[in-house]
């Protein structure tokens, strides 16, 4: 009966090792599936985690250099407005330094035009009031009272200025178009 227990316990523990062998088996593919899809996830997560990285570098640097081509763009645009500011200034200098025969041609020009009510006085540059005087307008030379450049006419309660710098002021905007076309011929 000895034999008999030792071959069933033989037996038991061979059918034992048996089905140990096939679980560890079992449980060895168990765990290589889990270790394979594991890899899988974290691979596609890194390909994930690069390609945003990538997106936003590019993202990154087509921003800055966008900003920077419109720094410079601003910068260019600064230094036309800059070098027209000039011509304007340029221009303001040479028509107060008009010779006077510049001056009085174009005072009798723009006096033709305007219509007197009478009372009015003619406000002249310092320097050409007694060429002004000289014509014997029929309107009064001011005494005290001067512009830099061209003339003002003042009236009761009002005044029209031909002074040269309102007259660049006003017309300003639609020049500097025609100065740029000028002179940053692109």
Known sequence: MMSNLENLTQKIIEEAKSQASIIE????KANEKIIDSKTREAEEEKKRMLSRANSEANLLRERTISNAELKARNKKLEAKQEVIGR??????????????????????????????EGGESIIVQEAMKSKVEELG??????????????????????????TFESL???????????????LFKE
């Open 87 to 116: 011509s304007f200034d340029t221009a303001n200098e040479r028509l107060k330094n008009f010779n006077a025969d510049k001056y009085v041609s174009y005072l009798q020009s723009k006096i033709k035009s305007i219509k007197f």
């Open 25 to 28: 088996k079992e449980s060895k």
């Open 168 to 182: 660049i002021e006003q017309y300003r905007d639609e020049l500097e178009t025609e100065i740029a076309k000028s």
């Open 137 to 162: 307008l029929d309107i009064k030379v001011s005494d005290d009272e001067f512009v830099e450049s061209g003339f003002s006419i003042q009236g009761k309660g009002t005044r029209l200025n031909y």
